[in-house]
């Protein structure tokens, strides 16, 4: 992958990491997701499930352009249809769509990466892409569907650290009379690694020139020097 794009798809990551982060309810989160996909991955169509315990089928939390009754009607039982079938093996999809277009759907896993003992499937985050364009703006535009398929795993795991933390909070919270702090806090671990990751690609596009670095993320020198410093960056390294 070229730096640039590499630079791209980790400020995506960051600013997904930021939405799940600001909203105490993730389910509220999911919407927001999608149109980042949509607007800078060209991910159309996306659409997130989560298992519903009481019925064991998998229910649509989200989905671009679906009205809200039609989402609450949308269950998937294990082995239903791709997201059925994603969840009950725990494997990603690949698959053909309308016009051209290329499905994905991936699982999402709690207690551990997929394939990792102890993990679990959860949900579904799938998502549509139109035929290949060499020009195209869009962050995954010239890459091969294994690329798509593992960036798309990296947003299912974003997705599955916040239910897992959010999930074991509420139940100290429980336990403890309401005393532990809000998950948000804790996200913040998923932002502040992002980020070291965002200022590391910045430097390796800039050849290590700090100034360079610091235009192409937003911030000032200064800012990013304090960055750097705390994070133990070393941008001496970087330097062509």
């Known amino acids: 992958m070229d730096p640039v794009t590499e630079r791209k798809e980790l400020e995506l990551l960051f ?17 927001p997701i999608l149109r980042l996909l949509e607007t800078r991955a060209g991910l159309i169509n996306g659409m997130v499930t989560l298992l519903e315990k ?5 229910r ?21 249809d791709h997201a059925g079938r994603v969840f009950e093996t725990g494997m990603p999809v690949t698959a053909p769509g309308p016009a051209g277009q290329i499905f994905y759907c991936v699982p999402i896993c709690s207690g551990g990466a997929d394939g ?3 993990s679990a499937v959860t949900g579904t985050l799938s998502a549509e892409r ?25 947003v299912s ?34 932002l502040s690694r992002l980020e070291k990751e965002l200022i590391e690609g910045a430097l390796k596009i800039s050849g290590g020139n700090m100034a360079a670095a610091s235009r192409s993320l937003g911030i000032t ?12 960056i070393n941008w001496k390294l970087y330097r062509n």
């Open 130 to 154: 139109r035929t290949i364009h060499e020009k195209s703006e869009f962050c995954l535009a010239r890459y091969d569907n294994r690329h798509v398929v593992r960036f798309l795993e990296k």
């Open 116 to 118: 990792v003992p102890g």
């Open 15 to 31: 600013d997904i990491s930021r939405i799940i982060n600001r909203h105490v309810e993730l389910r509220s989160a999911f919407g």
């Open 54 to 58: 009481s019925s064991g089928m998998l």
């Open 157 to 190: 795991s974003l997705i599955a650290d916040s239910l897992r933390l959010r999930e074991r909070i509420a139940e100290e919270r429980r336990e403890c009379g309401h005393t532990v702090p809000e998950p948000a806090a804790t996200l913040e671990v998923s």
């Open 221 to 232: 020198e200064r800012q990013m020097g304090l960055r750097v410093r705390h994070y133990g």
């Open 60 to 80: 649509i939390e989200e989905a671009s352009g679906l009205a809200p009754e039609v989402k609450a009607r949308g269950y998937f039982r294990l082995g239903e």
